[in-house]
Each structure stands twice: as structure tokens, then as C-alpha cells.
């Protein structure tokens, strides 16, 4: 391909790209090695004086890595007051959920809880600040539950999910498990009733938990 110069033009859509010579690489991965499955994304950002430009998602690249390239469903959420917190949430078997999680407004302090029967980290969370300026994501395989605590008014999170969303098999641990001794950021300023009812983690069903897998 050649521009209006007449100077040629190379793209390659493996792991990085050359437009007239400069390579564009276009995600960073970086495993969690405390929960296996679970990965950091972050953006390689190409910027000028108008902004920046990056590349979110790429299926040839998430493949590359065994991650999720299906993704039929995405939500967004909004959550308004500091220090409020969603979770712990995830989706029953047969239909258990995939999260690729990204927050596009504010800062979140997100937790990932292991919760795979036979899993080396099964029972442990770890904790990850994702912010809007960044736009680091955090990828989460099926098993995990999740949930957040927005360190800045007006969060907004953006989730990419591979199943669509079944009430009947929407599940949660509680926020505050003593078990778990999660340690929140901040004094917890808002929490759903819904997930104040959330059970214990030693309340759940074992047979609806996504077996780990290598």
C-alpha cells in the first residue's frame, strides 16, 4: 500500500504494527502470578497534540495469551459516591462468567476473589487500582468473584463478558467476610441491600463453582 507521496506503507496485525516505519504495539500483558488466569492489560498509548490513540481489545492477541476473544455482552456502570461498593459478584455454573474490566471514569479499587474448586489460590483476593487515566484492565477467567470500591465520585466501569447476564444464576460473596478480611480502602459509604445479603464464602454452593483449569 502506498500513500498519496508514493512512499510505502506496512501493517502487520501480529502482536505489533509499523505505519511508515514506527511499530505500534498495541497492549501490554502482564499475568497475576498470585491468581493464576487472572491478567493485567495495560494500553500502549500513541500520542500527538490532539491526544492519544490505543488499542483496547485485539482477538489475534488476546488468543495468543489463551484469553477470551468472545465477548457478547458488555455493561456499564456508574456508581456516584466515594467510597461506595459494588460486589462481590459472579455467575453460576452452567453459565459462569469471563471479565475483562476496565474503569473509564474516576478510580476504582478493584478485587478479584478466587473461588475455583482445586485452584493453588482458591480462597485468596488481591486488589487492583484502575483508573480512567491509565486505562488499565484487569482480566478475570471464569470462577472469580469481583467487586470494587470507588475512590473518587461519578466511577464509571466498563465490563466486557463472555455470557450473557442470567439472573437466575447471578451469585455473590459478602463485601465484608470476616473470613476474607478484605481491607477496603475507605469506610465503606454505600453498600446495596442486595449485596448486604449476599452469604458468607463458607455458605456457598460448591456445585455451582467453576472447577479450575490449567
Known sequence: MTNTEGKSLIFLSRPFAYFAGISIFTMRFHPVRALPGAWLIDLEKRGDERGFLARTFCAEEFAAHGLCTHWPQCNLTLTRQRGAIRGLHFQAEPQPEIKLIRCTAGVIWDVALDLRPGSPSRGQW???????DTGRALYLPAG????FQCLTD??????HMSAAYAPALARGVRWDDPS??????LPAALVSEKDRALPLCAELDERELTPFSK
Not at 488481591?126 to 480512567?132: H, N, T
Not at 472469580?144 to 467487586?147: D, K, Q, V, Y
Request: charged letters at 15%.
Open 154 to 159: 461519578d466511577c464509571q466501569v466498563f465490563y
Open 144 to 147: 472469580f468473584a469481583h467487586g
Open 180 to 185: 476474607l478480611a478484605i481491607s477496603w480502602p
Open 126 to 132: 488481591q486488589a487492583f487500582e484502575l483508573d480512567a
